[in-house]
């Protein structure tokens, strides 16, 4: 066997021509339930980089898993094909977005197929095409139909290098930058349409506990983006204090601003408050900055909702704390947002480290109201003798749950007992829930995405165009700045459906994270023209059985399917509620600890991989490296020893072939356990054996690997059992049917993840078919007890590595291995089963134990003291035949005869060395 390599470009080439000549891919209509796997879509930019191989390499081994485990599979692609950088790299060309985009699609297509992907093209779906975007503009119909489309002026988030609106879920981290530029984003008022997911936030937040299939860590940032807090509304009269001006003049009448409703979780902590905030866009806020100077700059040039302490500037109002009666300061405060809770607060620093790091800034009272519950406290009720003394919070706030103090009536009261009192007993207040999630606006000032389908007419408003007039298809593009489409004077002009009178189109288009909300429906029936999808197909198919894609996309696009799927399932009977069973959030692939990036220079082409080595050894080296959710770096070292394994085993496989075909022997050509023929002599029998144990082991674990995803365990278990016959085939001529059910158990174990070398292994074994059709290798055996085996085995090689080395053995002339007497796995036993304190007496309570005197004491005081750690082993008989199966593997390492001696042959010196699990060891010199 050479490790220079092997043709993969021509196996390659063979393999994928197979593939489309038996049409291997293709999912028919008819078929029931199929399991649908799927990876999130890509936009077309042009080339495949390291994310997306990674993403499509889990997918597709998965379904070639599936497949080869008999299911029907669901394996389809597509192409987020709207969105701004087609847009702008068509006007840095002079060309149009289109033709940008085709271009990219078949480029990255045709790498696809050089990865071998295993996609059903033809249910392809492109979401620029008018086939496809008609239907986002049939759905925006349905939705408004049903009460969840609305138009309203906004504040928006405004990129100035993307020229479009953001939606808050693409405006990122504490910077507020953009997405897809990293450019700082500003507000602006625009009138905007709006999906209104809020309508859906409660089902949203609460089914997230039935996706048990999802990562913890997903779910949470949904539960976290949807931000719902259950508390209390209570109103504070807002008013000038006697005497103040605010820059009007010394002889104006105080003004009167009425009541200002602030949100609460923590109204136990109301007779703590020592202040009220107000957001810097809070209507008194603006209305104060038109004559008082002071916060007028500060709202205009200081205010810093993102820096690292509270700011703000103290004004001449005073808030009337509607449970206790005192009036207290009012700030204008860059920590209070306009669009969280109601854009005003009370001031709470003696419990809110917010509040406190600000009233230290202020120089504000801090109390103290909450204080620790004892630990031996008992409900006193309202009044009780002996309260808990107040914290001190001169440094720091208590944020704790506790007992009330200094707080009038309810002092003595916990904390709950206290909101729910309060709410009750205070005129003002009502129960609240408040939320972070906010309608989704999807008005962008782009061209390169769904026109919205709406005309304005002077007499009617907004109208939404006919059903039977959809789609509204985009013009001609039109290199210009700002939006092309302000600039299509024809295409704006039309007429009125409601009144023909004149009209102009909507010059919105729509956010492209629309597409991908129910592209996923689409896959099941993608030539339907006249509905978006098949309802009857799609209640048999969906939903997605195995989702893979970036955490990146945790409160967008899975959120807004989550959000498009329970409304069609409400108006359009869909069956199901949530569009993805299972959800794999991949891992980043990294170059020496970084992310992959153009811009730091530090992209690895899979291009350039793919010719280099090979599409299989890019896919294995990928899915070997690390389990799919974890990031890990890319390795050219890694990549080379890849590609010699692959080269290893072709050879290997060669060999067999080659060596069978020249003496005539008859290969077994089923899966699994047909009657093996009997090896020359009892050690070959009991080698193959060992290897046909380690074989039936390798395609349990595997499976249990595969089912779950792992597959760098299962690709670690394949590579360990292709060395095992491997050095098989080195240390003795191997049992031909056992050697190639190994082979063949090998090269389907691979196959999902190395299809191209897998199919041509299959078809040098002589078996009939293609691999990817073939059926997955079957065994049923004890994972524990394999493990088990695989311990003992392990171990003992280590204790004669261990023993050689301290006693300086050069050539060993034998090994004996002593298998330990049967009365101590009783004692093992009984001991891993008892709760006794004295665990020696009860082993001597056992006869057969106990006459081994000071011998059973001496081990009964080992298991003593290791009690906690004690674990089964396999018993004396399969120690005994698993230790006889392998010594071989000693043999090889050693060369030097071993044998595995059992303990009614041993002599008891010997004995007392051994034990379940870790056998004596006898080496002579």
Known sequence: MSDEGYDHAAVEERCQAAWDEADAYRTPDDVDDPTYVLGMYPYPSGKLHMGHVRNYTITDAYARYRRMRGDAVLHPMGWDAFGLPAENAAKERDTNPRDWTFECIQTMREQMDAMGFGYDWEREVTTCTPEYYRWNQWLFRRFHEEGLVERRDAEVNWCPECETVLADEQVEGEAELCWRCDTPVE????????????????????????????????????????????????????????????????????????????????????????????????PISEELA?????????????????????????????????????????????????????????????????????????????????????????????????????????????????????????SGLDSETARERLTEEIECAERATQYQLRDWGISRQRYWGTPIPVVHCDDCGPVLVPEDELPVELPEFINVSGNPLDAAEEWKATTCPDCGGDATRETDTMDTFVDSSWYFLRYVSPDRADVPFDRERTNDWMPVDQYVGGIEHAVMHLLYSRFFTKVLADHEGLEHREPFTNLLAQGMVQLEGEKMSKSKGNVVSPQRIVAEYGADTARLFMMQAAQPERDFDWSEEGVRSTYAFLTRLKGL????????????????????????????????????????????????????????????????????????????????????????????????????????????LWDRLDRDGLVVEADWPEASVDRDAVEKRRKLVQNTREDVRDIVEVAGIEDPERIDVVVAPDWKYDALEIAIESDADNLIGELMGHDHIREKGDAAASYGQDLQAEREALTRSLGPEEEFEALGSAAWLLEREFEAPVTVVSADEADEGVLERAEPGRPAIEIED
């Open 653 to 760: 496989v060669e060999d067999f072939a080659a060596s069978a075909a020249r003496s005539g022997a008859d290969s077994a050509n089923g899966d699994g356990r047909e009657p093996r023929t009997e090896a020359p002599n009892g050690d070959e029998d009991a080698i193959a054996s060992y290897v046909d144990a380690e074989v039936d082991a390798t395609i349990a674990i595997a499976t249990a690997e595969y089912d779950d995803l792992t597959f760098n365990t299962a690709l670690r278990e394949t590579q360990d059992l292709t060395r095992t016959l491997r050095r098989y085939a080195e240390y003795a001529e191997p049992h031909g049917e056992t050697f190639e059910r190994g082979l063949a158990a090998v090269v389907r174990l691979l196959a999902p993840v190395a299809p191209h070398l897998a199919e041509e």
């Open 290 to 410: 038109e004559d008082d100077e002071d916060v007028r700059r500060f709202v205009a040039h200081e205010a810093d909702p993102e820096g690292d302490e509270p700011n703000g500037v103290r004004t001449d109002l005073t808030a009337t704390n509607p449970a206790t009666g005192d009036e207290i300061p009012v700030f204008v405060a860059d920590f209070v947002l306009s669009d969280v809770g109601t854009g005003a607060l009370m001031g709470v620093p003696g419990h809110d480290e917010r509040d406190h790091a600000f009233a230290t800034k202020m120089g504000e009272e801090i109390r103290p109201v909450i204080a620790p519950e004892p630990d031996d406290r008992e409900d006193e009720g309202v009044g009780g003798d002996s309260l808990p003394d107040a914290p001190d919070v001169s440094e720091e706030a208590f944020t704790e749950d506790g007992v009330l103090v200094d707080s009038g009536d309810y």
């Open 187 to 282: 507000t602006r008022d625009l009138e905007q349409w709006f999906l209104k997911i809020t309508e859906y936030a409660d089902e949203l937040l609460e089914a997230i506990d039935d996706l048990e299939g999802w990562p913890n860590s997903v779910r949470q940032m949904q539960r976290n983006w949807i931000g719902r807090q259950h508390g209390t509304e209570l109103d504070f009269e807002i008013s000038e204090a006697p005497g103040a001006s605010n820059g009007r003049g010394e002889d104006t009448e105080p003004r009167e601003y009425g009541d200002v409703r602030a949100f609460t979780t923590r109204v136990d902590t109301v007779f703590g408050a020592t202040f009220f905030a107000l957001a810097p866009d809070h």
